[in-house]
């Protein structure tokens, strides 16, 4: 069965340092996410993506934060001066179609990010 | 203020019993409830439900909605070691022309030999 694939699986870095996540959804899905679980809360939505540029954000994707497709295959997550606070697990999600409800997103297994 | 939320947030049981794990919501411009299972890493899809009182079945797992509560509930039976595990519930709703997926704080259940 096709899956979400994150890379890498655990990222350690140093306050004030640049991060980039990488996902590959699902080939034929359209439809993209990024989300983060801090340890011990509950999973919290951070943006989503479509064709190519941002359909929603929240509150926590405020301009240290950036997303980008560069290919036909990845979507990263990028966070350019990252703070202590930014430690969290990062879920990558795709979904085949945006507005369809029967259609349920499927995740990556996360990468953890560590800020020293 | 939550949106989605869970009851109980954790719950011990002995293998064999019956669980049913609690959710409500409120929000506008609902399309869809789902459940998730999440052991050490990513949230695995198990049930979405759109429609009212049409009970969703896999083995031993069982999920149905009501939307005029609303609220949804997910039951195991027989439970197994296996099933420990932290159970999510999220809402697919509509927040102006977008739609965003809004999680619960989980239910951690754990299940004991």
């Given at each position: 069965e096709p899956e979400v694939t994150q890379t890498p699986s655990h990222q350690v870095t140093q306050m004030g340092q640049e991060v980039i996540l990488?996902?590959?959804?699902?080939?034929?899905?359209?439809?993209?996410y990024w989300?983060?679980?801090?340890?011990?809360?509950?999973?919290?939505?951070?943006v989503?993506?479509?064709?190519?540029?941002?359909?929603?954000?929240?509150e926590i994707f405020d301009d240290q934060f950036s997303?980008?497709?560069?290919?036909g295959s990845n979507f990263t997550l990028k966070i350019r001066s990252t703070k202590l606070e930014d430690s969290a697990m990062y879920f990558c999600a795709s979904r085949r179609t945006p507005n369809v409800s029967n259609q349920p997103q499927h995740f990556g297994d996360g990468t953890r990010l560590s800020i020293l | 203020e939550d949106k989605v939320v869970q009851s109980p947030l954790s719950l011990v049981v002995h293998e064999g019993d019956t669980v049913t794990l609690n959710?409500?919501?409120?929000?506008?411009?609902?399309?869809?409830?789902?459940?998730?299972?999440q052991e050490k890493k990513a949230p695995t899809f198990l049930f979405m439900l759109t429609s009212?009182?049409?009970?969703?079945?896999?083995?031993?797992?069982?999920?149905?909605?009501?939307k005029k509560?609303?609220?949804?509930i997910l039951n195991i039976t027989a439970t197994q070691t296996g099933d420990s595990a932290?159970?999510?519930c999220a809402v697919f709703y509509s927040g102006g022309s977008n739609y965003k997926l809004t999680f619960g704080k989980g239910t951690l259940l754990t299940v004991n030999p």
């Open positions: 990488r996902c590959v959804p699902i080939s034929n899905h359209l439809y993209f989300y983060r679980q801090i340890l011990g809360q509950k999973v919290e939505f951070l989503s993506f479509y064709n190519n540029e941002i359909s929603e954000k929240s997303v980008e497709r560069p290919d | 959710c409500s919501y409120e929000v506008t411009n609902f399309r869809s409830l789902l459940w998730y299972k009212s009182g049409i009970e969703k079945k896999s083995g031993r797992l069982s999920s149905i909605l009501d509560e609303p609220f949804s932290i159970y999510l």
